[in-house]
């Protein structure tokens, strides 16, 4: 074998698309929490080639907290981050789920809403929906599937993706794809309300 030959069989082992551990959610067997009104799914690697292909004409929310959109990192691609729950202010522990008490923004829809007219998207026009690992974007899509929107898709495995058995968000999701994604903000990308 040549060494060109060599370095070839090399760069595709070495490929995050064939290396990686990103296992696709099947859509057939959603759980009910992942489930949507309109039924329109796509996995992280759909959404990013909807986007990419689409590009201003199909709008892609981030809808996790603002934390997680800092710190955890957001795709490279997403037009804004309007969370549809946000942590009480002021916080106050929820003792049943063992976590800081979130509520539903009560501005979700009409923030959504006010971006897409400035894009130009109307209620025909695509828009994509994300949030850790689909079960808030499901959410997220019904609100603007009762508003309206009759092409709301839901990431079905999310920014990070779903559990593995080890307890980590390691099998799915925008990052485990591979997909382009930065810790890096924009003001326009930023929710701010």
Known sequence: MNCKAFGLILALLATPALAGPYQPVDVSRLPQ?????????????????????????????????RGEFQFVGASALVDRNIPLIELDSPPRWDARSGRYAMSLNPDFVADVSALAARMNIGKGDPIIVMCR?????????????????????????????????????????????????????????ASVR
């Open 33 to 65: 929490s992942k489930q949507t009104g309109l039924g329109l799914y796509l996995s992280a690697p759909e959404a990013f080639k909807m986007k990419s292909e689409g590009g201003a004409k199909v709008l892609f929310i981030d809808v996790r907290t």
């Open 133 to 189: 690992s689909g079960e808030r974007s499901a959410r997220a899509a019904d609100l603007l599937q009762a508003a309206g929107y009759g092409k709301v898709y839901s990431v079905v495995d999310g920014f990070e993706g779903d559990m593995s058995r080890n307890g980590r968000r390691e099998v799915n999701g925008w990052k485990n794809a591979d997909l382009p994604w930065t810790y890096t903000m924009t003001e326009g990308q």
